[in-house]
């Protein structure tokens, strides 16, 4: 087991950064934004995470999977506290995790209403299909352009 002592907070950002996100596995936690803070308190780690939006059923997964993310690395005294104000906005989600959405084929979240445009060919023709998509974070859009429909990462 590792002594808590002997890690770093920056470490655990490390750790933290190889957690999927349950609904779209290609980013981590850390880059969907909803990792707040990380404190080492004694022997333990406090990670405070802000659900993307209050009831998401994925939360209960995260927290699952930041337990044993983090025991993986004899990290087994985690504390999670959930912080719901101020609550998280598309604006959390980093650089890296906006490329890695485009890359995946869902559109990035905008302010403002639907998508800007289209993920593939990057078109304004866009159209929503449903409100639902694959996951309740998700609503399914369509491009009138190259007629591929595409997920849209709707949590805000
Ligand atoms: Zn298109």
């Not at 002592?5 to 490390?14: G, K, L, N, R, V």
């Not at 950064?17 to 990792?35: F, K, N």
């Not at 998508?115 to 304004?124: E, G, I, L």
Request: proline share 8%; hydrophobic share 40%.
């Amino acid at each position: 087991m590792t002594a808590v002592s002997d890690i770093s907070e920056a470490q655990i950002w490390t750790y933290l950064e190889s957690v999927p996100d349950p609904e779209i596995p290609v980013i981590s936690i850390v880059d969907l934004g909803v990792v707040r803070s990380v404190e080492i308190t004694g022997k333990s780690v406090e990670v405070t995470i802000t659900p993307t939006y209050s009831g998401c059923p994925a939360m209960a997964v995260i927290a699952m999977d930041i337990e044993t993310g983090l025991a993986k690395h004899g990290i087994t005294d985690v504390h999670l506290k959930t912080q719901i104000a101020p609550p998280w906005t598309t604006d959390w989600l980093s650089e890296k995790g906006l490329a890695r959405l485009a890359d995946y084929g869902i559109a990035a979240p905008q302010k403002a209403g639907g998508p800007a445009c289209c993920p593939r060919c990057q078109s304004k023709a866009v159209e929503r299909v449903s409100q639902f998509g694959s996951t309740p974070c998700k609503a399914q859009w369509r491009c009138t352009d190259c007629l591929e429909p595409f997920d849209y990462f709707k949590c805000i």
